[in-house]
């Protein structure tokens, strides 16, 4: 793991400072971050495989004032563990980052409970309101057009909707956004650290969107714009688009090759995608350069024929 978060110091306007620390898995993904308490310590430490931030114990007690875990299926959020209770989030598809549901579970000292809110989002997936399971209203928000918060309502004390554009988890202490490989800085409109696919992702090393009302970047991975012509599929004709891209923008390049198949443009890795000439069947991702395939057919995929 390189290029990561892993310790914040925020000095405060009354003098105060307050120390937090991040974790994450072999795979870059954040699993945990917490705040320290007043005279604990958070070291970078190597265990050969990746840098962290180890939080050391003390005399065997915790360091940690407060702590949030985090649990993913694949690069989606799926759980984070409060001291407060578990949530639970669910989206529109298994393809998607925009966020369908949130179920949260806690505990008192009587019982076990659980409750179901619901996402209201915009044409690019960004949260705009969430209500209960029978439509009360318990939050609602508007945004800068960078995705920055402008104004926020808590209806009920308990609300808790961290996400802003699509797959970004708002870190309250620093106003950074964890989007996956890297962290954005909604003020700028710009990530803070490096495109991890570095020339591939565009000359722009920390470019966020050309147009954040059109397009996302669940990944932290900048769009690759569509060439104009497919060298790797040379009898490859241009035909007319027909399936959205994800999260807005417009519709997904699309040519057609002589012997039906499909091929269309995936901006978000610069990848041509296969499908038989039905649309019913997908059949893998390829290189447009030079036509060699890069990824295996994903069940289930499929586009208008």
Not at 48 to 63: E, S, T
């Amino acid at each position: 793991m390189h290029d990561q978060l892993v310790k914040v110091e925020i000095f405060k306007k009354d003098g105060a400072k307050e120390t937090w620390a991040y974790r994450y898995d072999a795979l870059g993904r954040r699993i945990s971050k917490g705040r320290l308490k007043e005279n604990g310590n958070a070291e970078p430490l190597s265990d050969g495989l990746r840098d962290n931030a180890c939080l050391k114990m003390q005399g065997g007690k915790d360091i940690l004032d407060s702590e949030i875990a985090f649990l993913w299926d694949g690069s989606h959020l799926l759980q984070e563990t409060h001291s407060d209770g578990l949530y639970t989030y669910i989206y529109t598809d298994q393809d998607s980052y925009e966020p369908l549901a949130q179920i949260r579970d806690w505990r008192n000292e009587e019982e076990t409970k659980q409750s179901i809110h619901y996402f209201h989002c915009d044409q690019i997936g960004i949260p705009r309101e969430m209500t209960d399971k029978d439509g009360n209203l318990l939050w609602f928000r508007d945004y800068y057009g960078w995705g920055k918060l402008k104004s926020e309502t808590n209806v009920t004390e308990t609300a808790h909707q961290p996400f802003r554009l699509q797959n970004q988890y708002c870190d309250q202490e620093t106003g950074l956004h964890y989007n996956f490989f890297r962290y954005y800085e909604p003020d700028a409109g710009r990530f803070v650290n490096q495109d991890p696919i570095g020339l591939w992702g565009g000359e722009n090393f920390y470019q966020f969107a050309l147009n954040p009302q059109k397009w996302i970047d669940p990944l932290g991975l900048a769009h690759v714009p569509a060439p104009s012509s497919l060298p790797g599929f040379p009898t490859a004709a241009k035909v007319k688009a027909k399936t959205p891209v994800q999260g807005g923008g417009g519709l997904r390049k699309r040519w057609k090759l002589p012997s039906g198949c499909i091929l269309e443009w995936d901006s978000q890795h610069g990848e041509v995608e296969m499908y038989d000439k039905t649309g019913k069947k997908h059949l893998g991702a390829f290189d447009p350069k030079t036509g060699e395939q890069i990824k295996g057919p994903i069940k289930g995929r499929k586009v208008k024929p």
